[in-house]
């Protein structure tokens, strides 16, 4: 499907449907101001941390629906879920252990923020570097591999991947360097990997809404649904 007014289509590879036919993907695209350590946003973080350490445990974490559903999926694709975390997980459990949360930029805090909350795997991307108008969900293949933010190069074979014309760049586990958001960073994609289904996909596409319009003068705002 083409998402609204951004000239770019975001589709499902057909053995990656087949393989997890409940599949659904919230995108949002939008042009942004983006900034960092925004006091506001950084109480927005705390408070939601707090919220987290207060609910739920460690062990818990394995009882959330939306990370079974990842963890049944890349079982599904032959990937260690244990060793490969969606980044929702790797988030909570960050929390949990008594550790901040990174503080990046404001587009990556609210990406952040919105993961914790609904529970999904969140990525978001430099609109400007992705290559083409085009980005298919599909497992990479041998030999597949990129540089992970903050990461060493990540070896991708058998994770369900956003591709564009030059190759994968980012994963419901770690994103690439190249696409990265930062400070200079005008146009944005963000997707909701929610390998569980579509509810509570529209409640997460309007808080991310709100919270670009809020904190990040957002600007062209388009949400869509890919299921």
Same mark, same amino acid.
């Given at each position: 499907m083409t998402v609204p007014g951004a000239s770019l289509s975001i589709s499902i590879d057909p053995a990656v449907r087949a393989a997890c036919p409940g599949l659904a993907l919230g995108v949002v695209t939008a042009d942004v101001v983006n900034g960092i350590d925004d006091v506001a946003l950084g109480a927005e973080l705390d408070a939601c941390a707090d919220a987290v350490r207060a609910a739920l445990t460690i062990e818990g974490i394995a009882t959330l629906p939306a990370v079974q559903a990842l963890r049944r999926a890349y079982r599904t694709f032959g990937k260690d879920p244990a060793r490969y975390r969606g980044s929702q997980e790797a988030l909570l459990r960050r929390i949990l252990k008594g550790l901040a949360l990174y503080r990046i930029n404001t587009v990556v805090d609210i990406n952040n923020l919105v993961s914790i909350e609904s529970r999904q795997s969140l990525g978001v991307y430099d609109r400007d570097r992705i290559d083409g108008d085009a980005v298919v969900m599909r497992v990479a293949v041998a &030999?597949? %591999?990129? =540089?992970? %933010? &903050? =990461?060493?190069?990540?070896?991708?074979?058998?994770?369900?991947?956003?591709?564009?014309?030059? &190759?994968?760049? &980012?994963?419901?586990? *770690?994103? *690439?360097?190249?696409?990265?958001? #930062?400070? !200079? #960073?005008?146009? %944005?994609?963000?997707?909701? #990997? !929610?390998?569980?289904?579509?509810d509570g996909l529209p409640a997460a596409l309007d808080r991310v809404a709100g919270l670009l319009r809020r904190y990040a003068q957002a600007q062209l705002i388009e949400t869509a649904i890919v299921a």
């Amino acid at each position: 499907m083409t998402v609204p007014g951004a000239s770019l289509s975001i589709s499902i590879d057909p053995a990656v449907r087949a393989a997890c036919p409940g599949l659904a993907l919230g995108v949002v695209t939008a042009d942004v101001v983006n900034g960092i350590d925004d006091v506001a946003l950084g109480a927005e973080l705390d408070a939601c941390a707090d919220a987290v350490r207060a609910a739920l445990t460690i062990e818990g974490i394995a009882t959330l629906p939306a990370v079974q559903a990842l963890r049944r999926a890349y079982r599904t694709f032959g990937k260690d879920p244990a060793r490969y975390r969606g980044s929702q997980e790797a988030l909570l459990r960050r929390i949990l252990k008594g550790l901040a949360l990174y503080r990046i930029n404001t587009v990556v805090d609210i990406n952040n923020l919105v993961s914790i909350e609904s529970r999904q795997s969140l990525g978001v991307y430099d609109r400007d570097r992705i290559d083409g108008d085009a980005v298919v969900m599909r497992v990479a293949v041998a &030999g597949e %591999i990129y =540089k992970g %933010i &903050g =990461k060493d190069v990540l070896n991708l074979e058998g994770l369900p991947v956003y591709v564009d014309a030059a &190759g994968p760049f &980012g994963s419901p586990t *770690s994103d *690439s360097e190249r696409a990265m958001v #930062t400070a !200079a #960073t005008r146009r %944005i994609l963000l997707v909701v #990997t !929610a390998f569980g289904g579509a509810d509570g996909l529209p409640a997460a596409l309007d808080r991310v809404a709100g919270l670009l319009r809020r904190y990040a003068q957002a600007q062209l705002i388009e949400t869509a649904i890919v299921a």
